[in-house]
């Protein structure tokens, strides 16, 4: 007997509140829509799975070479599923070992530590090597994180959202002479802590804010706003007040609106609106 539907909360607390379909299915873009002619995503290849493969699943890639000045193209490439292992991350490592070495994606850690593998599969981003093949859709759609220059195929440039990490100078900040071992915390200060020490800056959160597409160079986006939460609630750090004023601006701190997209995308469970400088009592 089929279970009941599961609705998609209109207002979610958390990441594991993950919706089982994204608004962006239940109202669809045509593609292309209102891009310009230079960035149209035009088809592309389609790959067949080996001969002899006989559990296959296909994967539209995005694919896009700056070097080619062609505009970019979706593939599909069948995987066969019985040489490859059961991640996203897996696919994409096979498709490159076996079938075309030029597609290009970042990879590190192979569990969900690194944040480089950070793409958005379909219509959510999260982190190639922690989403199961068979959690994907029949077309099994990959893009590279939106609203990034692209690189190549699925790298984003992260060099906007780093500087904006930076700029919070995520380290600790004191005037007090250093002690002769730890700056201790109570285990309740140290609690303080959790929620956002996790982020692996993958950028999944600020990708899909919506303020952040709109007004991205100005406003700071989940992950760097975290980042400045994480600093204001350490009881070790000294500079309370100069980092507050320096979030002091209409467009760094206020273009949050609160919608959450962030919370519901981040794949280490985090809450990054909940955790910025405006939820600061
Ligand atoms: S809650 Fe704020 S930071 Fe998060 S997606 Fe919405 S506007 Fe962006
Ligand atoms: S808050 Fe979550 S989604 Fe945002 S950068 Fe950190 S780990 Fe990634
Ligand atoms: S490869 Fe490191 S998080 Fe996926």
């Known amino acids: 007997m089929m279970g009941?539907?599961?609705?998609?909360?209109?207002?979610?607390?958390?990441?594991?509140?993950?919706?089982?379909?994204t608004i962006l299915k239940r109202f669809p873009l045509p593609r292309n829509f209102g891009v310009a002619p230079d960035s149209r995503i035009?088809?592309?290849?389609?790959?067949?799975?080996?001969?002899?493969?006989?559990?296959?699943?296909?994967?539209?890639?995005y694919r896009y070479d700056?070097?080619?000045?062609?505009?970019?193209?979706?593939?599909?490439?069948?995987?066969?599923?019985?040489?490859?292992?059961?991640?996203?991350?897996?696919?994409?490592?096979?498709?490159?070992?076996?079938?075309?070495?030029?597609?290009?994606?970042r990879r590190s850690c192979r569990e969900g530590v690194c944040g480089s593998c950070a793409m958005n599969i379909d219509g959510t981003n999260w982190l190639a090597c922690t989403r199961e093949i068979a959690e994907t859709d029949e077309a099994g759609r990959i893009y590279p994180?939106?609203?990034?220059?692209?690189?190549?195929?699925?790298?984003?440039?992260?060099?906007h959202v780093f500087a904006q990490y930076a700029a919070m100078e995520p380290w600790l900040h004191s005037k007090?002479?250093?002690?002769?071992?730890?700056?201790?915390?109570?285990?309740?200060?140290?609690?303080?802590?959790d929620g956002y020490y996790e982020c692996i800056l993958c950028f999944c959160c600020t990708s899909g804010c919506p303020s952040h597409w709109w007004n991205g160079d100005r406003f700071l986006g989940p992950a760097a706003l975290l980042q400045a939460y994480r600093w204001l609630a350490d009881t070790r750090d000294e500079a309370t007040g100069q980092r507050l004023d320096d979030l002091e601006d209409p467009?760094?701190?206020?273009?949050?609106?609160?919608?959450?997209?962030?919370?519901?995308?981040?794949?280490?469970?985090?809450?990054?609106?909940r955790r910025s400088p405006r939820s600061r009592k």
């Open 145 to 159: 994180l939106s609203n990034m220059r692209i690189v190549k195929d699925l790298v984003p440039d992260l060099t």
């Open 251 to 273: 467009f760094r701190l206020y273009r949050c609106h609160t919608i959450l997209n962030c919370t519901r995308t981040c794949p280490k469970g985090g809450t990054p609106a």
């Open 176 to 193: 007090t002479p250093a002690p002769e071992n730890e700056r201790l915390q109570s285990p309740e200060e140290r609690s303080e802590l």
């Open 4 to 21: 009941k539907e599961k609705r998609l909360p209109l207002i979610i607390d958390s990441s594991d509140q993950l919706p089982s379909a």
């Open 42 to 61: 035009e088809e592309g290849q389609v790959w067949k799975a080996p001969a002899g493969a006989s559990r296959t699943k296909a994967f539209t890639i």
């Open 66 to 105: 700056p070097d080619s000045g062609d505009n970019p193209t979706l593939d599909i490439f069948e995987v066969d599923l019985d040489d490859c292992g059961p991640m996203v991350l897996d696919a994409l490592i096979w498709i490159k070992n076996k079938v075309d070495p030029t597609l290009t994606f």
